[in-house]
Antibody
C-alpha cells in the first residue's frame, strides 16, 4: 500500500526557513503529482501547491509565491517543501499528499483528488 | 480563486441517522470535487472523488452527488466511526481550494 512518510516536528524563530521532507514508499514518486497542504491549529485546510516529481515543475498558490520552494530528490524518492520568512501565522501542520491521477508525461496535467497523505509535520514559529 | 462554502458548519446527529452536507462553489467546476474526512490529530482521508465516485475501501453508506456549483455528501446511516470533520475540495482551477469544513458530532 502506498505510503508517504514526513519528517519530524520543527520549531523555528520568526524570519527563519523550514524544510519538510516527504518520502514515498511502495510506489514510485515520479508516477504522480504531489501536493502540499497546511492546517493551522483549529482551522481548515489550505492548499499550497504541487510538484511534478518527474519534471520538477511546480505550481504554487499565489499567497505563497516568493516564499515557498517545492523540490524533489528522485534517487531517494523524496519530495521537499521549503517555506521562508516564517511568521507566527505559519505555525501549522504541513501535509504532503499524492494526487490519485497517474502522471502523464505529455499533454495537460490532470488532477482529481488526494488519495495518499503523509502523517503531517507540525511547524511552530515562536 | 474559487470559493467553497459548506453547510452546515457543524451538525449534531445520532447513530443511524441519515445526514447530508452541502458544498457550494462560486464558479461552475463541473464534477471536479472531492470529499475528505478528518479526525483529530490525523491526516484527511479521501472519501469521494469526481463528485460521486467512492474511493476504494470507503463504506458504501457514503455517497456524493452534484455538479456545476452544488454538491452533496450523504451518509446513509451514521456509524460511531463517522463522527469527524468533513471537507470538500475543488480541482477545476488553481488554487485547489477547500471548503471551511463541517464538524459532525454526536447528539
Amino acid at each position: 500500500q502506498a505510503q508517504l512518510v514526513q519528517s519530524g516536528a520543527e520549531v523555528k524563530k520568526p524570519g527563519a526557513s523550514v524544510k519538510v521532507s516527504c518520502k514515498a514508499f511502495t510506489y514510485t514518486l515520479s508516477g504522480y503529482h504531489l501536493h502540499w497542504v497546511r492546517q493551522a491549529p483549529g482551522q481548515g485546510l489550505e492548499w499550497m501547491g504541487w510538484i511534478n516529481p518527474h519534471t520538477g515543475g511546480t505550481n504554487y498558490a499565489q499567497q505563497f509565491q516568493g516564499r515557498v520552494i517545492m523540490t524533489r530528490e528522485m534517487s531517494i524518492g523524496t519530495a521537499y517543501m521549503e517555506l521562508s520568512s516564517l511568521t507566527s501565522e505559519d505555525s501549522a501542520v504541513y501535509y504532503c499528499a499524492r494526487d490519485r491521477e497517474v502522471l502523464k508525461w505529455f499533454g495537460v496535467p490532470e488532477f482529481s483528488a488526494m488519495d495518499v497523505w503523509g502523517q503531517g509535520t507540525a511547524v511552530t514559529v515562536s | 480563486a474559487i470559493q467553497l462554502t459548506q453547510s452546515p458548519s457543524s451538525l449534531s446527529a445520532s447513530v443511524g441517522d441519515r445526514v447530508s452536507i452541502t458544498c457550494r462553489t462560486s464558479q461552475d467546476i463541473s464534477s471536479a470535487l472531492a470529499w475528505y474526512q478528518q479526525k483529530p490529530g490525523r491526516a484527511p482521508k479521501l472519501l469521494i472523488f469526481d463528485a460521486s465516485i467512492l474511493q476504494s475501501g470507503v463504506p458504501s453508506r457514503f455517497s456524493g452527488s452534484g455538479s456545476g456549483t452544488y454538491f452533496t455528501l450523504t451518509i446513509s446511516s451514521l456509524q460511531p466511526d463517522d463522527f469527524a470533520t468533513y471537507f470538500c475540495q475543488q480541482f477545476n482551477n488553481f488554487p485547489f481550494s477547500f471548503g471551511q469544513g463541517t464538524k459532525l458530532d454526536i447528539k
